[in-house]
């Protein structure tokens, strides 16, 4: 799902109006780092002075194309944060610009857990007071 359009200026810096669903449409700037270490990232996020995020230069096995791709973080997000990626835009009169994407998590599927606590324990125990007021 595109949540937002970005473009570069002529410094490089990328700025990006982000409108995430729920969510009053903001702005975001990405800039180029310079790597410290090879699993380091290559671009940070920025809602003005607070880093927000970080971006990874990625490429797609399916089509080879290049992408930046990392977390955007906020309290508002649920878990404090959202994997998001950048693209540049293919479509030819959109020159220049990049769309923001974001794929909601998969679900895992979990390992089964008990409907109930053991007979005789704690847990038990309190399922099975009825003064609990709540």
């Known amino acids: 799902m595109r949540i937002g359009i970005a473009k570069a200026d002529t410094t490089g810096r990328i700025t990006a109006t982000i409108v995430a669903p729920g969510l009053q449409p ?11 270490h090879d699993r380091g990232p290559d671009w940070e996020v920025r809602l003005g002075v607070e880093r927000c995020g970080a971006r990874w230069k990625r490429t797609s096995r399916e089509s080879g194309t290049e992408f930046l791709s990392g977390p955007l973080e906020s309290p508002v997000f649920p878990g404090g944060k959202i994997e998001i990626a950048v693209w540049k835009a ?4 959109r020159k220049g610009e990049l769309d923001i994407t974001w ?3 998969r679900e895992e599927k979990k390992a089964a857990t008990p409907t109930s606590a053991p007979a005789g324990s704690a847990a038990a125990a309190a399922e099975d007071d009825d003064d609990i007021p709540f």
């Open 26 to 36: 903001f702005t975001v700037e990405l800039a180029k780092l310079d790597k410290t």
């Open 90 to 93: 293919k479509d030819a009169d």
């Open 103 to 105: 794929n909601p998590p």
